[in-house]
């Protein structure tokens, strides 16, 4: 069972572990993963995609989506991707003692789980963005957060879309059981990673209550019931995912019946993680701050 949370988603490396404008994977990433996640990125540059849906024309706020488009608003919200092994604890710190923030006494509800990954628990964390917990640990103590981040050196968390989100154990292991004769670096899995990352950079939105797009709590009668992992909102990181996946599965021409259908799957069990009884609205995505 794989859950998505966001407390505790290229063919060659390029100079300095950058790639394209604004994406760094650092060094603290394993080599064979760097690989993988600079070829999904590569391929983002050139996928070429038809019909999208109009929740995600509105989401997006545009007209039209191709490769440029979802590329481009993934990186105003993804800066850098850290792995497994990153101690949050350990990296984070106090920029500046004291701080301006917006909306300082207007914050989000947090839901209490009643059921938590690791351990014995057969959820597992695919991905999350430790960006926005940086910068709301900073807010709610009037101080400005930053992250030592390997091979980059501090960051200072002004805002969610800073853009730090971490590799998660369940990352490259998603499909394992469903794609065992697809290799990591097939066309499917490499969907699977990316529509991960979007869902990883619609935490760095939001605003006020908003603030991160914070996950609730899966109702009872749910096959996730007691875990962190739907949401109350028709906008926020599980549709905007569902809504990436669904368009780049229907567009991959390369992918077999089989990988298809795994990938269908999976966006539909992500659309069925917004809980309709009250998830009626959708919720401000205007981010705070500025990076």
Known sequence: ????????????????????????????????????????????????????????????????????????????????????????????????PSYSYENLNDVPVFEKATKHTGGNSSAKVIMSNIGVSAYFKGKEQHTLSGLKIPGVDDVRMTSPRVGVVQIGEGLFYLFEKRLPKSPQDSMAKSLARLSTLFHEARHSDGHGKSLGFFHAVCPEGHHLAGYSACDRNLNGPYTVGALVQQLMTESCDTCSVEEKEVLRLNYLDSFGRVIQETSSVDWDDRPEGSR
């Open 1 to 96: 069972m794989w859950v998505f949370l966001f407390l505790a988603l290229i063919t060659t490396l390029v100079p300095n572990d950058t790639f394209a404008r604004s994406i760094r994977i650092t060094s603290n990433v394993p080599r064979n993963q760097k690989l993988l996640l600079s070829r999904d990125l590569q391929l983002l540059k050139t996928l070429s995609v038809e019909n999208p849906d109009s929740k995600l024309l509105e989401i997006m706020h545009t007209d039209a989506v191709d490769s440029g488009k979802l590329e481009g608003w993934l990186e105003d919200r993804v800066q850098y991707v850290v792995g497994e092994s990153f101690k949050f604890n350990e990296a984070l710190f106090i920029a500046e």
